[in-house]
């Protein structure tokens, strides 16, 4: 999504319905006097609610059977160092909800002046569904990332999820690339292109 007034503005581009639901999943999460939602810039945090998110991510990912990986050393190696490395500029974003010291829902997100594209999400569990967290810290996050930092556009990352579509969001296509960064990585990347190129090859598939 791309919004050209502030998040109030776009709000009001939404279906009413929309609207009143996550005025009403507001209500229901802030019914808590402790509960929050934070843009975490704090680095010792940061990197303590990034554990907390791949406990729950993964939980939730190998619930559902889905071939889950980010939970591997190389992956979660990573994640953590481009946050350590890309919070204090603001590259990497991390927003939470959270309930006291529970996490009730997590994004992690890059962004840049104008971009912002949401990485990994995580939720707290069946306990918080009546608020739907996840969807409704997608509403938070726009709305600080718009009025606060000056971002206009919104990629909510790869998957045409049921609840991305009550945003008003539109689909673009997906492209894969590898570029070397040096001579080392440069036979890996022919190598990977010409894969990529057999694979378009119909004739080889039959």
């Known amino acids: 999504i791309e919004l050209h007034g502030?998040?109030?503005?776009?709000?009001?581009?939404?279906?009413k319905r929309v609207r009143?639901?996550?005025?009403?999943?507001?209500?229901?999460?802030?019914?808590?006097?402790e509960a929050r939602f934070e843009h975490v810039h704090d680095p010792d945090l940061a990197l303590e609610l990034f554990a907390q998110m791949e406990v729950q991510q993964s939980a939730r990912m190998?619930?559902?059977?889905?071939?889950?990986?980010?939970?591997?050393?190389?992956y979660r190696a990573?994640?953590?160092q481009a946050l350590a490395d890309g919070l204090a500029d603001g590259s990497v974003v991390l927003t939470v909800l959270r309930d006291?010291?529970?996490?009730?829902?997590?994004?992690?997100?890059?962004?840049?002046?104008?971009?912002?594209?949401?990485l990994?999400?995580?939720t707290g569990g069946d306990a918080w569904k009546p608020c739907t967290p996840g969807r409704l810290l997608y509403d938070r996050t726009i709305r600080h990332l718009r009025d606060e930092a000056g971002l206009s556009y919104f990629d909510f990352g790869i998957g045409?999820?049921?609840?991305?579509?009550?945003?008003?969001?539109?689909?673009?296509?997906l492209y894969d690339a590898c570029e070397a960064l040096s001579w080392r990585g440069q036979p890996w990347a022919m190598a990977w292109r010409l894969r990529r190129t057999l694979k378009r090859q119909t004739w080889l598939r039959t």
Do not use: M
């Open 120 to 122: 990994r999400t995580s």
């Open 62 to 74: 190998h619930e559902t059977g889905a071939d889950y990986r980010l939970d591997e050393a190389p």
């Open 160 to 173: 045409a999820y049921r609840h991305k579509s009550t945003f008003g969001v539109e689909p673009i296509a």
């Open 100 to 118: 006291g010291e529970a996490l009730v829902a997590s994004h992690y997100g890059i962004a840049n002046a104008r971009r912002y594209i949401a």
């Open 20 to 33: 009143k639901e996550f005025e009403r999943c507001w209500r229901v999460f802030t019914r808590s006097e």
């Open 6 to 15: 502030n998040w109030e503005q776009w709000r009001h581009t939404l279906d």
């Open 78 to 80: 990573f994640y953590k």
